[in-house]
C-alpha cells in the first residue's frame, strides 16, 4: 500500500493534544506563558469526558470542611461552566441559591452542551489556535526526543513540528506510542444518558432547568454495584474493547428504558465517548497512591482533596507530569503518573485541569528558558503558577 507523504505544517512551541479540561487548561497555561500553542482535539467537541461522556458534575475545588483546595485555570473553568446555563454551586462558592440543601462543597452540574462553546470561546480569548477533527496517530521520535507529530484529517495526513508536547488524550496515546512507560487500567461497565422526563419538564417550566436534565446510569456505580453479573473488569486497549464497552452499555440503557412507559421520557442525550474512567497512564518519576495525605513536596505543583471524602489535603508532584527519558513530552489529566487511589484522586476534572494548568505552565517555561521537563528550575515553575493564582497549601 502507497501511503502519501504527508503535508508539511506550521510549527508550534507547545502542541496539546485533547480537548478535554485537562488540555484546555494545559494550552491556555502554555499560551499566558508566551508560548505559540496548537490544541488538537479528535471530535468535533470540547471537553472531553466532562462533556462528550456527559459526566457533567463538576467535582468539588474543596475538602468538604470549607477548605479551597485548588483555584487556577480550575477555577476559572467550574465558573465558565455555568456562565450562560444552569448550575447548582452553593451560595458561599458563589452560585446563585439553587443548590440542595446538604450540598456545601465547591462543586457543579453544568450543560454538557453550552459548555464546550464557552470553552471555544475561552481558547480564543487566550491566543490558542485550535484544530479540531484532527487524530494524531505517531509521534516522531529521535533519541527520547518528539520532534512533531504525524495527524491524519480530511485534508490528508499532514505533520506538525513542535518543541513539546503535552498529551491530554486521555488515553496516553502519544506517550504510549513514542516509548513512555505505561499502564493499563482496568473499568467497571458504565453508561450515561441524560434523560428529559415529565416530571423534569415540570422543573423546566419553573425555570430549574438542572433539575430537568437526568442522569442515567445504566451498568455499574464508581465502586461496582450495578456491574453485570460474571462480567470481567473492562479496558480500553483496542477498537474492539470499545465496541464492546458502547454496545454492552446501551444494551442494558435500553433495558433499564424499556422499563418506563414511551410517553413518558426521552433520552436528550447520548454519550459521544465510551465512560471509561481510567484508561491508560503513564509512569512517570513518581507514582502517587493516594497515601499521601497532608504530605508536602518540595516539588509540588499545587493541592486538591478527593472528590469522595472530606478532610484530605494532598500536593500534586511534579514529578507525575513527565518520565525524564522523554525530556519534551508532559502528560495532563487522567493518564498522569498515579496509580490505585491515587489514580482515582488525580482523573476527575478540577484535578485535571491542575495537572494540566501545571504542564502546560512547564512546557512553555521549558520553551523560554530552553530547558526540559527534568532540568527546568522547580523554584521558578512553582513561583509562576502560584502567580497565576495556583493554590499550595
Known amino acids: 500500500m502507497n501511503c502519501p507523504e504527508p503535508k508539511m505544517m506550521q510549527a508550534y512551541d507547545v502542541i496539546v493534544v485533547g480537548g478535554g479540561v485537562a488540555g484546555i487548561a494545559a494550552a491556555v497555561a502554555s499560551a499566558r506563558n508566551g508560548a505559540k500553542t496548537l490544541l488538537m482535539e479528535k471530535s468535533v467537541i470540547l471537553g472531553g ?15 468538604g470542611e470549607g477548605k479551597q483546595m ?7 473553568l467550574i465558573h465558565l461552566s455555568i456562565k450562560d446555563s444552569f448550575e447548582d454551586l452553593p451560595t458561599e462558592w458563589g452560585g446563585n ?34 484544530r479540531l477533527d484532527t487524530l494524531a496517530t505517531y509521534p516522531d521520535m529521535e533519541e527520547g526526543i518528539c520532534k512533531g507529530l504525524l495527524v491524519e484529517t480530511v485534508g490528508g ?28 487500567g482496568e473499568n467497571y461497565l458504565t453508561y450515561v444518558t441524560h434523560q428529559l422526563t415529565k416530571e423534569g419538564a415540570a422543573h423546566a417550566l419553573e425555570g430549574d432547568f438542572c433539575k430537568a436534565r437526568k442522569w442515567h446510569m445504566a451498568g455499574s456505580t464508581l465502586t461496582g454495584k450495578g456491574q453485570p453479573e460474571g462480567m470481567k473488569m473492562l479496558r480500553c486497549e483496542t477498537a474492539d474493547d470499545v ?7 446501551g444494551k442494558l440503557a435500553l433495558e433499564r428504558l424499556r422499563k418506563t412507559g414511551k410517553e413518558e421520557r426521552d433520552i436528550m442525550t447520548l454519550p459521544g465517548m465510551p465512560n471509561y474512567r481510567k484508561i491508560r497512564r503513564i509512569i512517570g518519576e513518581y507514582e502517587f497512591d493516594g497515601s499521601e495525605n497532608e504530605v508536602k513536596f518540595d516539588n509540588a505543583v499545587g493541592s486538591m482533596g478527593d472528590f469522595r471524602k472530606v478532610g484530605k489535603h494532598f500536593q500534586l508532584p ?4 513527565y518520565n525524564k527519558s522523554f525530556p519534551n513530552l508532559f502528560a495532563a489529566g487522567r493518564i498522569i503518573s498515579a496509580k490505585g487511589d491515587g489514580w482515582e484522586i488525580t482523573r476527575v476534572i478540577p484535578v485535571a485541569a491542575l495537572s494540566g494548568e501545571a504542564a502546560g505552565t512547564a512546557a512553555a517555561l521549558c520553551v523560554k528558558t530552553e530547558t526540559n521537563s527534568h532540568t527546568l528550575n522547580i523554584e521558578t515553575l512553582q513561583s509562576t503558577l502560584k502567580n497565576a493564582g495556583v493554590l499550595f497549601e
Do not use: M
Open 243 to 249: 465496541t464492546e464497552f458502547v454496545v454492552k452499555g
Open 49 to 63: 469526558l466532562a462533556t462528550l461522556g456527559l459526566i457533567s458534575w463538576y467535582e468539588p475545588l474543596c475538602d
Open 97 to 130: 441559591g439553587h443548590f440542595p440543601k446538604n450540598q456545601h462543597r465547591y462543586a457543579t452540574h453544568f450543560s454538557p452542551t453550552v459548555f464546550p462553546l464557552l470553552l471555544t470561546e475561552y481558547l480564543e480569548e487566550n491566543g490558542v489556535q485550535l
Open 318 to 321: 511534579y514529578t507525575t507530569l
Open 157 to 184: 495526513r499532514e505533520y506538525f513540528p513542535a518543541k513539546f508536547i503535552v498529551d491530554a488524550t486521555g488515553d496516553a496515546t502519544v506517550c504510549h506510542r513514542a516509548g513512555v512507560p505505561t499502564e493499563l
Open 70 to 76: 485548588i483555584s487556577g485555570i480550575p477555577e476559572e
